[in-house]
């Protein structure tokens, strides 16, 4: 009779493994770990050796100082030319909505609203375009300031006025 052929085995964690299972996974792992790519490792820069360079900084120099004679002028010819703050008001109630062409620095009764438009912000030509409008509101009859501020056309909701009845926003400059 042919006696059976006995296996070693381990235990580990209570769970019985083949000794020669774990054997062949340890050479597997062997084969595929001396078969990886060595990492090459590139050369370290000595900035001791690095020559400066002053050609790219004179002509940033130049560019810049155009950018801010350019945008003098513009904002010399904005503050001549805007005299006028355009706005949408949204009547909640009516759904109505009416855009008004209001005068810098004048008082203008909508409603039940007192808008008093102080100033206007164009962006320059290099910026992002951006509209803004610096209003003053008051209730007409009780003379309550409702909102005091820059309204942003790209940003309605930062410089919202809270109101029941009304919504504003920004519409143009000129």
């Not at 805007?82 to 009416?98: F, G, M, Q, R, Y």
């Amino acid at each position: 009779m042919i006696a059976p052929r006995k296996e070693t085995m381990i235990i580990l964690n209570g769970h019985h493994k083949n000794l020669s299972k774990l054997v062949f996974i340890f050479i597997i792992l062997f084969i595929f770990s001396s078969n990886a790519e060595e990492i090459k490792i590139a050369p370290l820069i000595n900035l001791d050796e690095i020559e400066p360079t002053y050609d790219e900084e004179i002509i940033l120099n130049s560019l810049d100082n155009q950018f801010i004679e350019s945008k003098q002028k513009d904002s010399d010819s904005n503050d001549g030319n805007v005299s006028t703050a355009e706005i949408s008001i949204l009547n909640k109630i009516t759904t109505n909505v009416d855009t008004l062409k209001l005068p810098l620095k004048e008082n203008f009764l909508y409603q039940e609203l007192k808008i008093y438009p102080i100033g206007c912000y164009l962006s320059g030509p290099y910026e992002k375009t951006e509209i803004g409008i610096y209003l003053n509101i008051h209730h007409k009859d009780s003379k309550e300031k409702i909102f005091n501020g820059w309204m942003l056309k790209s940003l309605p909701s930062i410089s919202s006025m809270e109101h029941p009845i009304y919504d504003i926003w920004v519409e143009d400059c000129f």
